[in-house]
């Protein structure tokens, strides 16, 4: 999926996400919607957790962009993108510009190991839900960042995108764990 040229299909996909997105921004408090945002966090870090070194380097037989990561990369991504999204934050807090790495990045260390990976989500997985609890519940709504496939979203917002994110990477990894070939 490209962000540079989205098929009317796609577009339309985010309209229905964002719209989601706002919507529970507005129903739940964060203090509310915090529990849920832990429990796929949990889920997903458990995954990586339970994975042997040798599903961990597993790539699938076929596939382009994200579709193509092993779950080591995965855990790269999440880290990456739980380490970005502290910084968005920070910034919400303190009235400044902040970007968002673009969607499906990744800067892969090839010589990862997702023990280590994982080491160092568990830390940032920490600091990431002590952010956006107390940011979301201080920094002005109408400071927003912008999202590449979803717009600009505010603190509460980006809140509710990252239990989207962590549950888009539960399914990928549980999709990797029923393709053919992939280690018992």
Do not use: C
Request: glycine share 6%.
């Amino acid at each position: 999926m490209s962000d540079a040229n989205p098929t009317a299909e796609e577009r339309e996909e985010w309209a229905r996400v964002r719209g989601y997105i706002v919507a529970q921004a507005e129903r739940y408090t964060p203090t509310q919607y915090w529990p849920r945002l832990l429990e796929q966090r949990a889920k997903l870090l458990l995954l990586f957790q339970e994975a042997t070194p040798e599903q961990a380097a597993w790539r699938p037989p076929s596939g382009e962009g994200e579709e193509a990561w092993s779950i080591v990369e995965i855990a790269q991504h999440v880290l990456q993108w739980t380490e970005n999204i502290i910084e968005v934050n920070h910034a919400f807090l303190e009235g400044r510009e902040a970007h968002k790495l673009p969607s499906g990045y990744l800067d892969p260390d090839p010589a990862a190991e997702i023990g280590a990976v994982y080491e160092q989500l568990v830390e940032a997985s920490h600091e990431l839900a002590e952010t956006l609890l107390y940011v979301s519940n201080r920094a002005n709504p109408a400071n927003t960042v912008e999202h590449s496939r979803f717009g600009e979203l505010n603190a509460r917002q980006w809140f509710v995108l990252g239990r989207i994110h962590d549950m888009d990477h539960i399914r990928q990894i549980e999709g990797l764990k029923q393709m053919e070939g992939f280690p018992a």
